[in-house]
């Protein structure tokens, strides 16, 4: 095919993606992972590339659709019943591997050792934190894998694994829509968990007197820190809505005075911040993980490192211009830009 205005490659190429099964792609609920490879294929496809993606069977796509189980699943602590799936899907791309030109997998590592036995070339974009003890041992042995991270910071934990490069997420520039005049409400938007400190975010809008909404989904797993919370969703000026559609996360978004952001973790990426920029919409976040990557602190909202610097933020946050947070989107964060760096990882190795 010809170059036109979506497509930097001259040539059309037959592209793989590799999705979790965890979540449909695009997920109807919460799922960044999933939400992320739901904007590539769709760009890459857009561009005019034959893609095939490996999801499970409720995925909705342009792209081809192999499924190894007709509707996603959310495992409980006990349920192993994905690893069965994820294994059939894994032996569903090998058996169709040689029919691309190259295969870029999103399934964390359980792919390793069917990726070392492939004729075509193959990329893994890792989506999760790195900092655990049982990858060092991991990446010794599969040191040949090429990676691509989320963000610089992903990597620190694991120097010695084998980088290529590092794709920001982006999405859909028209996904939400600009809101220069917010509503007066914080929210907290994303999962119930240690990590994501719905605690913190609880006393600062309670110290700035300001209402707060929790769209947030409670996993299996979470149910016992839950509990341990719960009783701060029962204060007059909070509002928990649970876990919301693209339709409503639209709306809470666009009209929030800012996201809360403080997690406690190596946060890899942080795809709802992105999200919040898009609508024009600031973020307070504290300084783990990518936050200061991602961020652009003053301009897309205010990084901090205790509770203390949030509320003072947080009180600052309308000084902020609205317009200048959809200016840095634009400028970093689209599926455009995203497609188009994932494309030239994809032809750097296909020219080896």
């Known amino acids: 095919m010809l170059p036109n205005e979506h497509n930097d490659s001259i040539i059309a190429m037959k592209i793989a993606q590799v999705a979790p099964i965890f979540e449909s792609v695009p997920p109807k609920g919460y799922g960044g992972t999933e939400r992320v490879i739901s904007y590539l294929t769709e760009e890459l496809v857009e561009r005019g590339h034959e893609v095939t993606l490996f999801a499970s069977g409720d995925s909705v796509t342009a ?21 069965a799936y ?23 590592y359980l792919h390793y050792p069917l990726a070392k036995k492939l004729r075509t070339p193959h990329v893994t974009t890792l989506h999760g934190r790195q900092d655990l003890p049982e990858l060092a041992p991991l990446y010794r042995h599969f040191a040949d894998i090429p990676l691509i991270s989320i963000s610089n910071s992903q990597r ?3 120097p010695q694994a084998n980088w290529i490069a590092t794709v920001h997420h982006g999405l859909p520039a028209d996904r939400y829509s600009f809101h220069s005049t917010p ?51 029962r204060k007059p000026y909070v509002t928990y809505v649970g876990e919301v559609g693209d339709k409503e996360k639209h709306e809470l978004l666009t ?14 990426f942080g795809l709802v911040m992105i999200e919040a920029f898009s609508c024009g919409t600031p973020v307070i976040a504290y300084a783990q993980g990518a936050i200061p990557e991602v961020l652009e602190n003053g301009v897309t909202g205010f990084v901090v ?17 609205r317009k200048a947070c959809r200016a840095a989107f634009e400028r970093r964060f689209t ?8 494309l030239r990882v994809y032809d750097r190795l296909l020219s080896h």
């Open 305 to 321: 490192t205790n509770q203390e610097e949030a509320v003072q933020a947080a009180m600052r946050i309308g000084e902020l211009d």
């Open 63 to 83: 792209a081809r659709l192999i499924s190894a189980i007709p509707e996603s699943i959310r495992p409980g602590p006990k349920d192993w019943s994905w690893m």
């Open 86 to 108: 994820h294994t059939i899907q894994m032996d569903m791309v090998s058996q169709l591997a040689d029919n691309f030109d190259i295969i870029h997998f999103h399934t964390d």
């Open 255 to 268: 009209h929030a005075k800012a996201l809360l952001f403080p997690v406690d973790w190596p946060e890899p």
């Open 156 to 158: 620190k934990p694991l």
């Open 335 to 342: 599926a455009a830009i995203m497609a188009k760096n994932y």
């Open 183 to 233: 509503n007066e409400y914080f929210l907290f938007l994303g999962r119930i968990s240690p990590e994501k400190r719905i605690d913190r975010a609880v006393e600062i809008a309670e110290r700035c007197g300001m209402p707060l909404y929790i769209a947030a989904k409670i996993d299996k797993m979470d149910e016992a820190y839950y509990e341990t919370v719960r009783h701060l969703f």
